[in-house]
T-cell receptor, first 112, second 117 residues
Framework: SQQGEEDPQALSIQEGENATMNCSYK?????LQWYRQNSGRGLVHLIL?????REKHSGRLRVTLDTSKKSSSLLITASRAADTASYFCATPRDNYGQNFVFGPGTRLSVLP | EAGVVQSPRYKIIEKKQPVAFWCNPI?????LYWYRQNLGQGPELLIR????????DSQLPKDRFSAERLKGVDSTLKIQPAELGDSAVYLC???????????????FGPGTRLTVL
């Protein structure tokens, strides 16, 4: 069963604009991770946010987590053409193991 | 530091043929994952290894898929016989340099794109 679901499925913006994508999940989690996948490549880990954290920053990335709403958002500020990729959230299948469930992803296109 | 290595990068076969994918994880990583990623979807876990032990293979279609991780390092995923629906990207990932934890990030290889004709 799918745990995380990203929204929107696709997003197209101009370079310099901010991009926001959301992830909703179904059951309690102890952490949520965001990954990026460039076309034809493997996934790259971007950021991990723990259930006791509400916000986390990494460079131009800002991730929020609302455990009451079972949702997370990824904000990319001042987007660049190189940010064009698919973005996935991953949530643990359970609180004890290391099996993660990935959503279908948001496909971001940043136009120059 | 070398990343996760996978080979081949691309494979085209006819249905009913066998195929094998190879993965070399990051040195020292105990946990190894095989995922299947269909076009436009996120990765779906097939099997997870802790060292040489397959600790979760519940989503591996065992009638035609098999995997092994001899000596707890390299791993091979095999499909025999392949079906049209097996066309996908097969991703290998590794993690857990410091021991098993749900907070470990996964490091992915570039994947093998399989096309079954």
């Amino acid at each position: 069963s799918q745990q995380g679901e990203e929204d929107p499925q696709a997003l197209s913006i101009q370079e310099g604009e901010n991009a926001t994508m959301n992830c909703s999940y179904k059951t309690s989690i102890n952490n949520l991770q965001w990954y990026r996948q460039n076309s034809g490549r493997g996934l790259v880990h971007l950021i991990l946010i723990r259930s006791n954290e509400r916000e986390k920053h990494s460079g131009r990335l800002r991730v929020t987590l609302d455990t009451s709403k079972k949702s997370s958002s990824l904000l990319i500020t001042a987007s660049r053409a190189a940010d064009t990729a698919s973005y996935f959230c991953a949530t643990p299948r359970d609180n004890y193991g290391q099996n993660f469930v990935f959503g279908p992803g948001t496909r971001l296109s940043v136009l120059p | 530091e070398a990343g996760v290595v996978q080979s081949p990068r691309y494979k085209i076969i006819e249905k009913k043929q066998p195929v094998a994918f190879w993965c070399n994880p990051i040195s020292g990583h105990n946990t190894l994952y095989w995922y299947r990623q269909n076009l436009g979807q996120g990765p779906e876990l097939l099997i997870r290894y802790e060292n040489e032990e397959a600790v979760d293979d519940s989503q591996l279609p065992k009638d035609r898929f098999s995997a092994e991780r001899l000596k707890g390092v390299d791993s091979t995923l095999k499909i025999q016989p392949a079906e049209l629906g097996d066309s996908a990207v097969y991703l290998c990932a590794s993690s857990s340099l410091w021991g098993a934890s749900p907070y470990n990030e996964q490091f992915f290889g570039p994947g093998t794109r399989l096309t079954v004709l």
